[in-house]
């Protein structure tokens, strides 16, 4: 299962615990290729987790709405001083998925002084 290699992934590379709600079937079929998800989607979200604090949690929330998989991933930020800076090359990368057509995917990220919340909603076939 792809989803568990992604949360795999996270706790090797960054060491970090992760805190999961998961509202969802695991018998879904996604509107997405298998490559599109695991190397571009996990890929750019696991590598946006290097600004994480990895004192602190990694929040994954999974739900079924209507007819998407929504999957929401919070981290509390690096400190100022430790933040690796970045192109923002995979935010606008996964930001340009948003263009696909009937609303395949849609990809969000917010983010303030303390927290960085990323969300993915992909279709359901």
Do not use: W
């Not at 695991?26 to 946006?48: C, G, H, V």
């Not at 990694?58 to 981290?75: A, R």
């Not at 001083?81 to 696909?100: A, C, D, F, V």
Request: glycine share 4%; hydrophobic share 40%.
């Amino acid at each position: 299962d792809e989803y568990e290699i992604f949360k795999e992934n996270i706790t090797g590379k960054y060491g970090v615990e992760i805190k999961e709600s998961m509202n969802c079937p695991t018998n879904i079929i996604l509107a997405i290729p298998l490559y599109m998800l695991k190397n571009i989607f996990f890929e750019q979200i696991e590598s946006n987790l290097r600004h994480a604090n990895v004192l602190e949690p990694i929040m994954l929330d999974v739900l079924n709405e209507e007819d998407s998989v929504v999957l929401t991933i919070k981290n509390s930020k690096k400190t100022k001083e430790s933040i690796e800076i970045g192109g923002g090359m995979g935010l606008n990368l996964l930001k340009n998925l948003n263009s696909y057509p009937d609303q395949i995917v849609n990809y969000i990220h917010e983010e303030n002084n303390f927290i960085f919340t990323q969300q993915l909603r992909i279709k359901i076939i």
